[in-house]
């Protein structure tokens, strides 16, 4: 097995099957909410509705508008990202698997960096489908249990580079949103002041942030953003787990096409209960699975409901803990 970078793949000598994040499905999601919020404004314009026992007057429908418009852009956002190059997350080749564990939300970040695990059939011992079940405490009420379904590719790893592979997905999970020029001199002018720097010091900052601004340059996108999806871990020692919710396509082809080449297990079905009281020393983990998965929200309001901390002190505790 070898971690490549994206620049770094090779070209592929014979058939190539690529798996990527259906365009399809944020576009439906993207049409539904533009007009559900584009008739809420409408019908906030006639002076609301009132009917069939409903009563929505101006000023809900408006905001409800408002709300479902702002779920339109992020659909507009996820479908413009599935229709770039970066989506994409296995290649299946004669020879071996490509898997790019790098969210295609995150093509922003260096093409440097490496992303993509190429792991000849040899060193497959197996793989599977699998099905989980997720129950975890909502952000909002604690009395209430949020359940979610979940499909994976599960692929059981023989080879020697597995523990490069768990080093190398820990420090994409931690790796820092990637900053134009101009941000980073905006940053060291705030941590100036907040230190209570001489003005000397300041002046120089500020005057190459001007001269960087006055800088013509192409505009970064993306900068110092970083998203929480995370489409492949480690579920174990030598398991590589990924993730296939909207993946086109469909889970039951890679494996037809696997099948032949590596040894394909029965499906398998997990139910994982975070709602429960943990055992000694369990807590951490739960948390730490939380993060990994991208549902750093979740994990942050784990970590305040258990440990009582301030959200700034949980959203820090989540990030050591990410690190360890």
């Avoid at 609301?48 to 408006?62: D, I, V």
């Avoid at 997350?89 to 490496?114: C, G, I, T, W």
């Avoid at 037809?256 to 997990?270: D, R, T």
């Avoid at 970590?303 to 301030?310: A, E, I, L, T, W």
């Amino acid at each position: 097995m070898k971690i490549l970078s994206i620049r770094n793949i090779p070209s592929s000598h014979g058939r190539e099957n690529v798996f990527k994040n259906s365009s399809f499905n944020s576009l439906l999601f993207t049409f539904v909410t533009f007009f559900s919020a584009l008739g809420c404004f409408l019908l906030a314009h006639e002076g609301g509705y009132y009917g069939h026992g409903w009563s929505f007057p101006s000023g809900l429908l408006y905001w409800i508008g408002g709300v479902v418009g702002i779920m339109a852009m992020i659909g507009a956002f996820h479908y413009r990202a599935r229709l770039r190059p970066s989506n994409w997350l296995v290649r299946l080749r004669p020879d071996q698997m490509l898997v790019k564990f790098r969210s295609h939300l995150n093509d922003h970040f260096n093409e440097e960096d490496p992303v993509v695990a190429a792991i000849p059939f040899a060193e497959i011992a197996w793989v599977r489908k699998t099905r989980e079940r997720l129950m975890t405490p909502s952000s909002s009420d604690t009395h209430t249990t949020q359940v979610s379904w979940h499909t994976y590719l599960d692929v059981k790893l023989n080879s020697p580079e597995t523990e490069e592979l768990k080093e190398t997905l820990t420090t994409e999970r931690n790796r820092p949103a990637p900053k134009s020029r101009e941000d980073e001199l905006k940053h060291q002018l705030f941590q100036a002041r907040k230190q209570k720097v001489s003005e000397a010091e300041i002046s120089v900052i500020k005057e190459s942030l001007k001269t960087e601004r006055a800088r013509k340059k192409p505009k970064m996108r993306g900068s110092g953003t970083r998203h929480h999806h995370y489409p492949v871990r480690m579920a174990d020692s030598e398991i590589l787990r990924v993730e296939w919710g909207g993946v086109k396509p469909k889970i039951k082809s890679i494996l037809k096409m696997l099948n032949g080449k590596v040894h394909v297990e029965p499906e398998l079905y997990l139910k994982t209960d975070h709602t429960l009281t943990p055992a000694e020393n369990d807590m951490d983990s739960r948390i730490l699975d939380l993060a990994e998965r991208g549902k750093i929200m979740d994990a942050i309001s784990m970590v305040r409901q258990q440990y009582g901390f301030s959200l700034t002190r949980s959203k820090e505790f989540v990030e050591e803990l990410k690190k360890s």
